[in-house]
């Protein structure tokens, strides 16, 4: 069977997808009953179990393994022609050269270096290179390709200290502990071997890249990595087999510009953001794109300046746009679509529809949230519901509000059955004249938000995000607040 479709770069070509085809047939003939096989994505490495739909989903987003054309993991037997009885090779491992994998970490942290290569060999004007940050990859470069001590050939100086710094984080080591070993090791090799004495000064050779390399090992360097992302992918196969397609996030927040001098002014500004990108530029100033510029206190009547920014993402999705392929140098249909909107808890009520105020504040818990009035504001409890079922602390009542928990966690809400009750609430049209009581059917919900417009919002596993930089501030804050008696 002819696989070089394996090579191809080209992960939309009906070549490599007729041969991901070939590969799943292949996996359900030989694994007959089977729910989950081994992935043999870029990835995976053949070491990760996924659901056979799944594997055929990685192998469209990351590609197959180079090196796996003979598909033994998946029980392809390899034959000797000059033996006369077959030898099953069903537990051999794919070889993975840890040194490889270092420098495709070192390509992923700088990826100028491999661009600006392949640039050479065109008449374009190569990217600029920040000074300092070349140095930087330099120095890397230096130590991937430095053998750890004369002669050895299966670490270098970089791959080892990747290696020390996985294991250190993966069971918790201190730095204490950690430096023993490492002068342990160091004692124990070659007295000219190269490894560093000490944590601190691993750090120096590396601290780019064992971070980088510990979350690769933990598919979480991207929201790619996600479950939100992957559940997209399952749900819009045509979208998600190519990756030119754009995938977006939205996001705004309110602030005054005038300080002091203008106690009511209220700017918003509503941004998108590509996550087409490597992870260290999708949130760069210079590829987020203002769509929408409000200069007034929105509360729930931001639909009404989302209308054109909805209807245009509207036309993205449904007919989408032809666009020129400099790689290829050929038109393709490009579409787009927003994965998620990112914004702090007050701004996570107007775009979601849900009030984050009162009793039924949080979007998750909504009417099965436990909360109650004390020390003159609204208190909410009974984190401990979240816990495993066996987890010891929820048999504990004296430490917290003197019942022991046996509820189990609220349920998640689908976006099909948030779209269903939205449909049957009637609401005050938008404008800040308009005031209404909410009645009790509508819980917590002051609006259907536009978003429900766009034909694949219902279906996103994750709609809303809360900023990073809020949570960790407000969470300190209270904490420090609390301990110190504020």
Request: hydrophobic share 35%; proline share 5%.
């Amino acid at each position: 069977m002819d696989r070089r479709w394996i090579q191809n770069l080209n992960r939309c070509a009906d070549e490599y997808l007729d041969g991901i085809e070939d590969f799943i047939e292949f996996a359900r003939r030989h694994n007959l009953g089977a729910t989950r096989i081994r992935c043999p994505c870029r990835r995976c490495n053949n070491t990760l179990w996924e659901t056979i739909e799944n594997v055929g989903f990685h192998l469209v987003r990351n590609g197959m393994i180079e090196t796996y054309s003979i598909w033994n993991l998946h029980g392809e037997q390899l034959e000797h022609a000059s033996s006369s009885n077959a030898t099953r090779v069903d537990n051999v491992q794919p070889i993975v050269d840890a040194n490889d994998q270092v420098m495709d970490i070192i390509q992923d942290v700088f990826p100028f270096a491999s661009t600006n290569m392949n640039q050479e060999e065109q008449d374009d004007v190569p990217t600029p290179i920040d000074s300092a940050e070349f140095e930087q990859y330099e120095k890397l470069l230096k130590n991937a390709n430095q053998e750890l001590y004369p002669g050895c050939e299966s670490f270098s100086v970089l791959t080892a200290i990747v290696e020390l710094m996985h294991g250190k984080i993966k069971y918790r080591m201190s730095n204490l502990c950690f430096d023993y070993f490492l002068g342990v090791f160091k004692r124990m090799l070659p007295t000219d071997n190269c490894l560093p004495k000490d944590h601190k000064q691993a750090q120096k050779v590396a601290s780019i890249v064992y971070v980088d390399a510990y979350c690769h090992r933990h598919e979480i360097r991207h929201p790619a990595d996600g479950e939100g992302w992957k559940k997209f992918d399952r749900t819009f196969l045509e979208f998600a087999a190519d990756p030119r397609n754009v995938r977006l996030g939205l996001t705004t927040d309110g602030f005054n510009p005038y300080g002091v001098l203008n106690q009511h002014h209220s700017t918003w500004p509503i941004f998108v953001f590509p996550y087409n990108l490597p992870p260290w530029k999708c949130m760069k100033k210079e590829y987020m794109m203002m769509t929408v510029l409000i200069t007034e206190d929105l509360g729930r009547s931001i639909d009404v300046y989302l209308r054109l920014l909805v209807d245009e993402l509207k036309d993205l999705w449904t007919n989408s746009v032809r666009m020129y392929d400099k790689s290829t140098r050929k038109m393709f249909t490009l579409r787009a679509a927003v994965m998620w909107t990112v914004t702090d808890f007050p701004a996570y009520a107007m775009v979601s529809g849900w009030s984050t105020k009162g009793y039924m504040a949080c979007p998750v818990c909504k009417e099965d949230v436990t909360s109650g009035w004390h020390a003159g504001k609204v208190c909410y409890l009974g984190h401990w519901r979240w816990l495993p079922w066996d987890h010891e602390w929820r048999e504990k009542d004296k430490e917290f509000d003197g019942n022991t928990e046996r509820r189990p966690r609220p349920r998640e809400w689908s976006g099909d059955e948030i779209l269903d009750q939205l449909n049957r609430l009637d609401f005050a049209p938008f404008g800040k004249i308009v005031s209404r009581i909410r009645p009790s059917t509508h819980m917590n919900w002051t609006h259907k938000p536009m978003f429900f417009e766009l034909p694949y919002w219902s279906k996103l596993k994750l709609r809303h995000n809360l900023d990073v930089m809020h949570v960790e501030k407000n969470v300190f804050d209270t904490l420090v607040g609390t301990i110190l008696d504020i």
